[in-house]
């Protein structure tokens, strides 16, 4: 690692290099009746003309966003236009792919050139015509070694380990210049691996240049991610897969891969985003390093269970080739590389609100519990419904580089356009099913009056139930089959709701078991639940327990959490964990914590993150940021520096329980 580099980039001094653009490109194009994919077209040429070559000392990949702001390509007045015609996924901007950078490295531009239409060839003459600028200044500067690499790449297929670093740099900057988002990396270890072997074969780099090098590629990721769009800083979507099995049943788990893992632990920084493939036959020495890593306090590695999500992406209809290449999407939604243009985060279903639905239409009529949860089962069927069928001819802004990348018109789909959605607050609804089932059906300690009652006035009523219902009633995460049951009965209710329905571009949908940030959003549609959760308290994140619920400890979590039927609900989304930091204190910390890991993927857990946390700090850095401006924590499916967060989002994170091993 250059530290100078290192210490400018994280003190943002290269931000001096930024300059804004005042261009009102949605009114000109819009006088000059210019079509969607033309507006694309040149707002790409206007922005790489625009950016300036800049070269720090010392610098071995290079490419620097001097152009802080992207001009929108439309008006206000034509997107509500847009808006009223068809269903715009976010910004209505490509997202959340992870095309093939890597077919690209291997062959060059010139040569994908070759068959790309008018708009595309556009676009790669543009890159090109960038790639030069700094070209010329790598010539000025007397930089040799740039030289040599830039007079290959981009034009020409990369020779060596440097050359496919640098030529991924420029193809993920000219997708975000172009205006597409959540540019995720793939299977970066299987693909670039080659490259760094021959290198090594041939004593270009020791294990030491070589870890230096990846530094700076790493470095690389979070010069400009704060400009990148996100619900928050570092929701950016930079996701780098590592590991797992190959097409032939081998895996991947190479020099690089490891080099990658130590890059992140030395660098501390929220980009990329690793992520990695494990299975049962994953050695226990991988989770260990793994642990290591997790230890840096960045929230990575991310774990994804090949066992669990290959056969369950091959029974959606994934052909095995392609569904033993997932790799993730911004956060942790199962994506294919390349052939892929699901729209994985198209919209999210609160169980809990199915559950306060029924309770406030149907309690006080229900004579059973079954007759209760059956009408949850149908208001989640009702959700579905409303959700899908609001679905209705989606478009997005044409990507004349991103369709390089993908080899088709993917604003238009791909081979995959399978659309995902979210399933949040499963613990919420699960726990008060479990006290409606015990208090008000079995024992019948608590009436449905009180109930009612006690909720809507968030427990200001009849409080003398709240600790019974908040403490003492069973909570999932515990290892009891009395909740664990009923949240498998959700997840299956869930999923069975959105099988052999088609979506608009011929696609299925799938159920997932993420939250994004809907743990917020969702919980302030209702007011307090059954568990005991008063109004305005958060869902747990994603595939997780309730922030209050007492639990034995992260074995009965992870009990609890890999019963259910993950196979039929494969859109993503991880059970979270937080541990002390004293947990990592010592070896034999790091290696519980990795075999707790190693035991939720053998126990049929489908997508496992971790955390490292500790209270007090998270405290301290609220009241003095200045002291913590590199404290990273995990989000739901993203890390971020915790100061830069808002309060709401950092109060969840302290709200989540520490556990110890």
Not at 30 to 39: T, V
Not at 500 to 515: D, K, L, Q, V, W
Not at 551 to 563: A, D, E, L, R
Not at 621 to 645: C, D, M, T
Request: charged share 25%; hydrophobic share 35%; aromatic share 12%.
């Amino acid at each position: 690692m250059h530290t100078d580099l290192y210490n400018f980039i994280i003190n943002k001094q290269h931000h001096a290099y930024r300059h804004t653009v005042d261009w009102n490109l949605g009114e000109e194009y819009s006088q000059k009746g210019l079509s969607p994919i033309e507006r694309m077209a040149d707002r790409f040429e206007r922005m790489t003309n625009e950016e300036k070559a800049v070269i720090f000392p010392n610098e071995q990949i290079v490419f620097l966003r001097t152009v802080a702001n992207l001009p929108d390509c439309f008006t206000e007045k034509e997107w509500e236009e847009i808006k009223s015609k068809y269903y715009i996924h976010e910004l209505g901007y490509l997202s959340n792919l992870s095309p093939n950078y890597y077919d690209t490295i291997a062959s060059g531009l010139l040569k994908m050139r070759e068959d790309a239409d008018e708009y595309s060839k556009r676009s790669i003459d543009n890159i090109i015509k960038l790639s030069d600028k700094y070209l010329e200044e790598a010539k000025a500067q007397g930089r040799e070694d740039l030289v040599e690499v830039l007079t290959q790449v981009p034009r020409y297929g990369a020779r060596n380990f440097r050359e496919a670093l640098q030529f991924f740099r420029i193809l993920h900057y000219a997708l975000w210049l172009e205006g597409n988002y959540h540019n995720t990396v793939g299977r970066f270890d299987k693909s670039i691996y080659p490259y760094l072997k021959a290198d090594m074969d041939k004593g270009v780099y020791t294990r030491e240049s070589a870890l230096a090098l990846l530094e700076d590629f790493f470095l690389s990721f979070n010069k400009d991610s704060d400009i990148y769009v996100g619900v928050q800083q570092g929701d950016n979507g930079q996701s780098m897969m590592l590991g797992g099995l190959d097409e032939n049943g081998e895996y991947v788990f190479n020099l690089l891969t490891e080099l990658c893992l130590e890059a992140s632990c030395n660098n501390k920084l929220i980009d990329p985003k690793i992520n990695l493939r494990v299975n049962k036959n994953t050695p226990k020495e991988i989770f260990t390093k793994a642990t290591h890593l997790t230890k840096a306090g960045l929230g990575f590695p991310q774990y994804s269970n090949d066992d669990i999500v290959i056969p369950a992406l091959e029974k959606l209809g994934y052909e095995h080739n392609d569904a033993v290449n997932y790799a993730v999407a911004a956060c942790w939604e199962f994506i294919i590389p390349s052939v892929g243009a699901d729209v994985a985060n198209i919209g999210a279903m609160s169980y809990s609100k199915a559950v306060d639905t029924v309770l406030h239409s149907s309690l006080l009529e229900c004579e059973t519990y079954d007759e209760f949860f059956a009408k949850v089962k149908q208001e989640i069927g009702n959700e579905c419904d409303r959700i899908c069928d609001g679905i209705k001819n989606l478009w997005f802004v044409p990507s004349p580089f991103m369709n390089v990348l993908m080899g088709c018109n993917v604003a238009e789909g791909s081979k995959y356009n399978n659309f995902g959605i979210h399933g949040t607050g499963i613990a919420t609804a699960a726990d008060s099913l479990a006290a409606i089932k015990k208090y008000v059906f079995e024992e019948k300690t608590i009436d449905k009056a009180t109930l009612l009652e006690a909720i809507d006035s968030n427990y200001e009523k009849h409080s003398e139930i709240l600790p019974i219902l908040r403490f003492e009633a069973p909570k999932l995460g515990n290892n009891d089959d009395f909740v664990d049951s009923i949240a498998t009965e959700l997840l299956d209710s869930f999923s069975q709701a959105l099988q052999g329905r088609t979506n608009c571009r011929g696609g299925i949908f799938r159920a997932g078991t993420g939250s994004a940030m809907f743990y917020l959003w969702h919980a302030n549609e209702i007011g307090a639940s059954a568990d005991g959760r008063r109004a305005k308290e958060p869902f747990g994140t994603n595939y997780s327990v309730s922030l209050f619920a007492k639990v034995k400890g992260p074995v009965s979590v992870i009990s609890s959490m890999t019963k259910q039927h993950f196979e039929n609900a494969i859109n993503g989304g991880p059970l979270t964990l937080e541990f002390h930091q004293s947990v990592f204190a010592d070896e034999d910390g790091i290696e519980k914590v990795g075999s707790l890991v190693k035991r939720y993927i053998e126990l049929g857990g489908h997508q496992l993150q971790l955390n490292t946390v500790n209270t007090e700090q998270l405290l301290d850095a609220q009241q003095h940021p200045e002291n913590y401006k590199q404290l990273v924590v995990r989000i739901w499916g993203w890390s971020a520096y915790f100061v830069e967060l808002d309060k709401e989002y950092q109060d969840h994170v302290i709200a989540r329980q520490a556990y110890t091993v």
